[in-house]
Protein backbone atom coordinates (compact mmCIF):
# COMPACT_ATOMS: atom_id res chain seq x y z
CA UNK A 1 0.00 0.00 0.00
CA UNK A 2 3.09 2.09 0.57
CA UNK A 3 3.97 1.95 -2.70
CA UNK A 4 1.07 2.25 -4.59
CA UNK A 5 0.54 5.67 -2.43
CA UNK A 6 3.99 6.60 -3.22
CA UNK A 7 2.84 6.11 -6.78
CA UNK A 8 -0.04 7.74 -6.69
CA UNK A 9 1.47 10.54 -5.26
CA UNK A 10 4.81 10.60 -8.12
CA UNK A 11 2.15 10.74 -10.52
CA UNK A 12 0.12 12.93 -9.26
CA UNK A 13 2.94 15.32 -8.51
CA UNK A 14 4.11 14.53 -12.15
CA UNK A 15 0.87 15.42 -13.44
CA UNK A 16 1.17 19.08 -11.67
CA UNK A 17 4.42 19.92 -13.17
CA UNK A 18 3.53 18.68 -16.17
CA UNK A 19 0.16 20.97 -15.91
CA UNK A 20 2.36 23.94 -14.71
CA UNK A 21 4.67 23.60 -17.35
CA UNK A 22 2.19 23.25 -19.83
CA UNK A 23 1.28 26.79 -18.16
CA UNK A 24 4.10 28.43 -18.13
CA UNK A 25 4.58 27.55 -22.19
CA UNK A 26 1.32 29.26 -22.79
CA UNK A 27 2.34 32.00 -20.69
CA UNK A 28 5.53 32.56 -21.96
CA UNK A 29 3.44 33.10 -25.72
CA UNK A 30 2.25 35.89 -24.48
CA UNK A 31 3.01 38.76 -25.63
CA UNK A 32 4.13 37.80 -27.96
CA UNK A 33 6.77 40.58 -29.06
CA UNK A 34 7.79 43.41 -26.95
CA UNK A 35 7.40 45.58 -29.47
CA UNK A 36 4.79 48.70 -27.94
CA UNK A 37 1.12 48.54 -29.79
CA UNK A 38 0.11 52.14 -30.60
CA UNK A 39 -3.50 52.86 -29.22
CA UNK A 40 -5.10 55.79 -30.65
CA UNK A 41 -5.97 58.19 -28.15
CA UNK A 42 -8.34 61.13 -29.88
CA UNK A 43 -10.38 64.39 -28.91
CA UNK A 44 -13.46 62.50 -27.50
CA UNK A 45 -13.78 60.83 -24.02
CA UNK A 46 -16.38 58.84 -24.51
CA UNK A 47 -13.59 56.77 -27.86
CA UNK A 48 -10.79 57.47 -25.36
CA UNK A 49 -12.35 55.49 -22.29
CA UNK A 50 -12.77 52.37 -24.68
CA UNK A 51 -8.74 52.45 -25.80
CA UNK A 52 -7.87 53.08 -22.21
CA UNK A 53 -10.16 50.25 -21.06
CA UNK A 54 -8.67 47.93 -23.89
CA UNK A 55 -4.90 48.92 -23.01
CA UNK A 56 -4.91 48.25 -19.74
CA UNK A 57 -7.05 44.49 -20.30
CA UNK A 58 -3.93 43.72 -22.53
CA UNK A 59 -1.24 45.20 -19.95
CA UNK A 60 -2.72 42.57 -17.85
CA UNK A 61 -1.14 39.90 -20.58
CA UNK A 62 2.18 41.91 -21.16
CA UNK A 63 1.68 43.52 -23.75
CA UNK A 64 3.18 47.43 -23.82
CA UNK A 65 1.50 49.61 -24.70
CA UNK A 66 1.80 52.85 -26.53
CA UNK A 67 -1.33 55.72 -26.09
CA UNK A 68 -0.87 57.65 -29.41
CA UNK A 69 -2.56 61.09 -30.01
CA UNK A 70 -3.91 61.37 -33.39
CA UNK A 71 -6.71 62.96 -35.10
CA UNK A 72 -10.43 61.39 -35.91
CA UNK A 73 -9.88 61.09 -39.87
CA UNK A 74 -6.68 60.93 -40.03
CA UNK A 75 -5.78 58.30 -37.68
CA UNK A 76 -6.70 56.10 -40.59
CA UNK A 77 -3.82 56.40 -43.27
CA UNK A 78 -1.73 55.85 -39.47
CA UNK A 79 -3.00 52.78 -39.38
CA UNK A 80 -2.79 51.63 -42.48
CA UNK A 81 0.93 52.36 -42.97
CA UNK A 82 1.23 50.74 -39.61
CA UNK A 83 2.29 53.93 -37.57
CA UNK A 84 -1.05 53.18 -35.84
CA UNK A 85 -1.79 49.95 -34.34
CA UNK A 86 -5.40 50.14 -32.78
CA UNK A 87 -7.44 52.61 -34.47
CA UNK A 88 -10.17 54.44 -31.74
CA UNK A 89 -13.53 53.53 -33.08
CA UNK A 90 -14.84 55.06 -36.39
CA UNK A 91 -18.66 55.80 -35.87
CA UNK A 92 -20.75 55.04 -38.94
CA UNK A 93 -22.51 58.92 -38.82
CA UNK A 94 -19.03 60.60 -39.19
CA UNK A 95 -16.61 58.24 -40.83
CA UNK A 96 -18.51 55.89 -42.87
CA UNK A 97 -16.82 56.65 -46.04
CA UNK A 98 -13.40 56.51 -44.83
CA UNK A 99 -14.31 53.60 -42.69
CA UNK A 100 -15.51 51.46 -46.31
CA UNK A 101 -11.88 52.87 -48.20
CA UNK A 102 -9.72 51.77 -44.98
CA UNK A 103 -11.12 48.55 -44.79
CA UNK A 104 -11.18 48.16 -48.40
CA UNK A 105 -7.56 49.11 -48.31
CA UNK A 106 -7.05 45.38 -46.83
CA UNK A 107 -4.41 47.44 -44.90
CA UNK A 108 -6.43 47.96 -41.93
CA UNK A 109 -8.79 45.16 -40.91
CA UNK A 110 -12.58 45.88 -39.33
CA UNK A 111 -12.33 44.39 -35.98
CA UNK A 112 -16.42 44.51 -35.97
CA UNK A 113 -18.31 46.81 -34.45
CA UNK A 114 -18.10 47.50 -30.46
CA UNK A 115 -21.96 46.83 -29.84
CA UNK A 116 -23.50 50.14 -29.64
CA UNK A 117 -25.72 51.50 -32.24
CA UNK A 118 -25.34 55.22 -33.09
CA UNK A 119 -26.77 58.00 -34.06
CA UNK A 120 -25.36 62.01 -34.94
CA UNK A 121 -27.03 65.23 -35.96
CA UNK A 122 -28.24 68.75 -35.50
CA UNK A 123 -30.31 68.69 -31.75
CA UNK A 124 -31.84 71.24 -29.90
CA UNK A 125 -33.78 71.52 -26.56
CA UNK A 126 -37.20 71.00 -26.76
CA UNK A 127 -37.61 74.97 -26.71
CA UNK A 128 -36.15 75.98 -29.04
CA UNK A 129 -39.60 74.72 -30.78
CA UNK A 130 -41.38 78.03 -29.20
CA UNK A 131 -39.43 80.24 -31.15
CA UNK A 132 -38.93 77.63 -34.47
CA UNK A 133 -42.38 76.13 -34.87
CA UNK A 134 -42.55 73.77 -36.75
CA UNK A 135 -39.53 71.56 -35.47
CA UNK A 136 -38.20 68.75 -35.98
CA UNK A 137 -38.82 68.96 -39.55
CA UNK A 138 -35.64 70.90 -40.93
CA UNK A 139 -37.64 73.42 -43.21
CA UNK A 140 -38.59 75.30 -39.83
CA UNK A 141 -35.13 76.36 -39.67
CA UNK A 142 -35.89 78.72 -42.84
CA UNK A 143 -38.47 81.10 -40.73
CA UNK A 144 -36.72 84.26 -40.53
CA UNK A 145 -37.73 84.38 -36.85
CA UNK A 146 -36.28 81.32 -36.03
CA UNK A 147 -32.94 82.01 -38.08
CA UNK A 148 -32.97 85.61 -35.76
CA UNK A 149 -33.50 84.12 -32.97
CA UNK A 150 -30.59 81.39 -33.12
CA UNK A 151 -28.03 84.10 -34.28
CA UNK A 152 -25.86 85.35 -31.67
CA UNK A 153 -23.50 88.49 -32.05
CA UNK A 154 -20.81 85.98 -33.52
CA UNK A 155 -23.32 85.14 -36.45
CA UNK A 156 -25.69 88.06 -37.12
CA UNK A 157 -28.02 87.91 -39.08
CA UNK A 158 -27.26 84.57 -39.89
CA UNK A 159 -28.38 81.38 -37.12
CA UNK A 160 -25.25 79.49 -35.63
CA UNK A 161 -25.07 76.11 -35.88
CA UNK A 162 -22.26 74.62 -32.89
CA UNK A 163 -21.23 72.30 -34.46
CA UNK A 164 -18.32 69.11 -33.56
CA UNK A 165 -13.93 69.96 -33.76
CA UNK A 166 -13.34 70.05 -36.90
CA UNK A 167 -11.33 66.94 -37.15
CA UNK A 168 -14.36 65.13 -36.05
CA UNK A 169 -14.87 65.34 -39.98
CA UNK A 170 -18.79 67.01 -40.05
CA UNK A 171 -20.30 67.83 -43.31
CA UNK A 172 -22.74 70.79 -41.64
CA UNK A 173 -21.54 73.52 -44.49
CA UNK A 174 -22.36 71.36 -47.36
CA UNK A 175 -25.54 70.81 -45.94
CA UNK A 176 -26.36 74.52 -45.27
CA UNK A 177 -25.29 74.80 -48.50
CA UNK A 178 -27.12 72.42 -50.01
CA UNK A 179 -30.70 73.27 -48.68
CA UNK A 180 -30.12 77.04 -48.78
CA UNK A 181 -29.79 77.25 -44.96
CA UNK A 182 -29.16 80.64 -43.44
CA UNK A 183 -26.90 79.66 -41.13
CA UNK A 184 -22.81 79.96 -39.95
CA UNK A 185 -21.05 76.43 -38.42
CA UNK A 186 -19.31 77.47 -35.94
CA UNK A 187 -16.97 74.85 -34.64
CA UNK A 188 -16.23 73.97 -31.22
CA UNK A 189 -12.90 73.52 -30.05
CA UNK A 190 -13.06 70.28 -28.13
CA UNK A 191 -16.04 68.08 -27.05
CA UNK A 192 -15.38 69.82 -23.33
CA UNK A 193 -16.15 72.76 -25.30
CA UNK A 194 -19.06 71.67 -27.02
CA UNK A 195 -20.68 70.53 -23.81
CA UNK A 196 -19.93 73.14 -21.68
CA UNK A 197 -21.34 75.57 -24.60
CA UNK A 198 -24.46 73.57 -24.84
CA UNK A 199 -25.33 73.08 -21.29
CA UNK A 200 -24.87 76.44 -20.10
CA UNK A 201 -27.42 77.92 -22.81
CA UNK A 202 -30.06 75.32 -21.84
CA UNK A 203 -29.51 76.82 -18.22
CA UNK A 204 -30.48 80.29 -19.19
CA UNK A 205 -33.28 78.62 -21.67
CA UNK A 206 -31.21 80.59 -24.66
CA UNK A 207 -32.34 79.00 -28.21
CA UNK A 208 -29.48 76.64 -29.46
CA UNK A 209 -29.13 74.12 -32.38
CA UNK A 210 -25.83 72.06 -31.66
CA UNK A 211 -23.97 68.83 -32.90
CA UNK A 212 -25.06 66.20 -30.40
CA UNK A 213 -25.41 62.07 -30.43
CA UNK A 214 -26.15 58.96 -28.96
CA UNK A 215 -25.72 57.46 -26.80
CA UNK A 216 -24.44 60.84 -25.08
CA UNK A 217 -25.28 62.34 -21.40
CA UNK A 218 -26.89 65.16 -23.26
CA UNK A 219 -29.84 63.60 -25.12
CA UNK A 220 -30.61 61.63 -22.62
CA UNK A 221 -30.22 64.28 -19.45
CA UNK A 222 -32.06 67.04 -21.43
CA UNK A 223 -35.45 66.97 -22.86
CA UNK A 224 -34.80 67.66 -26.89
CA UNK A 225 -34.81 66.29 -30.29
CA UNK A 226 -32.60 65.81 -33.38
CA UNK A 227 -33.71 67.55 -36.53
CA UNK A 228 -35.56 65.52 -39.08
CA UNK A 229 -34.03 66.22 -42.34
CA UNK A 230 -34.37 64.70 -45.68
CA UNK A 231 -33.42 61.08 -45.64
CA UNK A 232 -30.06 59.79 -45.92
CA UNK A 233 -28.68 57.75 -48.67
CA UNK A 234 -25.50 56.84 -50.23
CA UNK A 235 -26.05 58.56 -53.21
CA UNK A 236 -26.84 62.20 -51.51
CA UNK A 237 -23.10 62.79 -50.83
CA UNK A 238 -22.32 61.81 -54.45
CA UNK A 239 -24.36 62.39 -57.01
CA UNK A 240 -25.46 65.95 -57.06
CA UNK A 241 -28.03 65.04 -59.24
CA UNK A 242 -30.05 63.09 -56.27
CA UNK A 243 -31.89 64.90 -53.65
CA UNK A 244 -33.94 67.78 -53.52
CA UNK A 245 -30.92 70.52 -54.77
CA UNK A 246 -29.80 69.03 -58.31
CA UNK A 247 -26.67 70.96 -58.18
CA UNK A 248 -25.56 69.87 -54.98
CA UNK A 249 -24.61 66.90 -52.22
CA UNK A 250 -24.94 66.52 -49.04
CA UNK A 251 -28.99 67.75 -48.92
CA UNK A 252 -29.71 65.15 -46.27
CA UNK A 253 -29.06 63.92 -43.04
CA UNK A 254 -26.53 62.11 -41.67
CA UNK A 255 -26.08 57.86 -41.69
CA UNK A 256 -26.49 55.97 -38.78
CA UNK A 257 -25.21 52.49 -38.10
CA UNK A 258 -22.50 51.59 -34.96
CA UNK A 259 -19.15 52.26 -34.19
CA UNK A 260 -16.81 49.94 -35.48
CA UNK A 261 -13.00 48.74 -34.21
CA UNK A 262 -10.31 48.73 -36.77
CA UNK A 263 -6.45 47.67 -36.13
CA UNK A 264 -3.47 47.41 -38.85
CA UNK A 265 -3.27 44.72 -40.81
CA UNK A 266 0.53 43.66 -39.75
CA UNK A 267 -0.06 43.98 -36.42
CA UNK A 268 -1.90 40.63 -36.02
CA UNK A 269 0.73 38.68 -36.94
CA UNK A 270 2.91 40.82 -34.22
CA UNK A 271 0.19 40.35 -31.54
CA UNK A 272 -2.68 37.92 -32.38
CA UNK A 273 -3.55 37.74 -28.93
CA UNK A 274 -3.75 41.54 -28.29
CA UNK A 275 -5.84 41.17 -31.48
CA UNK A 276 -8.60 38.66 -30.23
CA UNK A 277 -9.46 40.82 -27.67
CA UNK A 278 -10.11 43.70 -29.94
CA UNK A 279 -12.43 41.62 -31.31
CA UNK A 280 -14.01 40.12 -28.91
CA UNK A 281 -14.33 43.84 -26.68
CA UNK A 282 -17.60 45.30 -26.84
CA UNK A 283 -19.81 47.54 -24.61
CA UNK A 284 -23.13 48.55 -24.24
CA UNK A 285 -24.67 52.05 -24.77
CA UNK A 286 -26.27 52.48 -21.37
CA UNK A 287 -22.70 51.69 -20.03
CA UNK A 288 -20.94 54.02 -22.44
CA UNK A 289 -23.35 56.48 -21.80
CA UNK A 290 -22.54 56.21 -17.87
CA UNK A 291 -18.59 55.68 -18.58
CA UNK A 292 -18.78 58.95 -20.24
CA UNK A 293 -21.03 61.08 -17.74
CA UNK A 294 -18.33 60.13 -15.45
CA UNK A 295 -16.09 61.92 -17.15
CA UNK A 296 -17.87 64.97 -18.59
CA UNK A 297 -20.26 65.83 -15.69
CA UNK A 298 -18.22 64.30 -12.51
CA UNK A 299 -15.16 65.45 -13.92
CA UNK A 300 -13.35 62.02 -13.18
CA UNK A 301 -10.32 61.79 -15.18
CA UNK A 302 -10.90 59.14 -18.59
CA UNK A 303 -8.11 57.08 -17.63
CA UNK A 304 -9.41 56.60 -14.27
CA UNK A 305 -13.18 55.97 -15.10
CA UNK A 306 -11.31 53.30 -17.59
CA UNK A 307 -9.47 51.85 -14.42
CA UNK A 308 -12.35 51.71 -12.18
CA UNK A 309 -14.89 50.04 -14.85
CA UNK A 310 -11.92 47.50 -15.24
CA UNK A 311 -12.32 46.83 -11.58
CA UNK A 312 -15.72 46.43 -11.31
CA UNK A 313 -16.58 44.20 -14.37
CA UNK A 314 -14.04 41.17 -14.52
CA UNK A 315 -16.99 39.09 -14.82
CA UNK A 316 -17.14 40.45 -17.99
CA UNK A 317 -13.82 41.14 -19.60
CA UNK A 318 -12.10 38.09 -17.82
CA UNK A 319 -13.91 36.18 -20.53
CA UNK A 320 -12.27 38.53 -23.41
CA UNK A 321 -8.66 37.17 -22.13
CA UNK A 322 -9.41 33.92 -22.56
Not at 113 to 133: F, H, M, R, S, T
Not at 187 to 207: C, E, F, M, T, Y
Amino acid sequence: MKVSWKKSMGAALASLLMAGSLSNVANADVPESNDPIKVVIMGYSGDNIIMYIYGELITKLGYNVEYTPADYIGQFSGVASGDLHIASPGWDTTAKDVLAEAFGSGDVLNMGNIGIAVNEDWWYPLYVKDVCPGLPDWTALKNPDCIAALSTVETEPKARFLSGPIEWGGTDAERVDALGLDFEVVNAGSDGALSADLVAAIKRKQPIIAWSWEPYWIPALYPGEFVKWPEYDDACYTDASWGKNPKETHDCGRPNGFMWKGAWAGGEGIWPKAYDVWRKLELDAKTAGELVYKADVEGVDTKKVASQWVAQNEAIWSEWLK
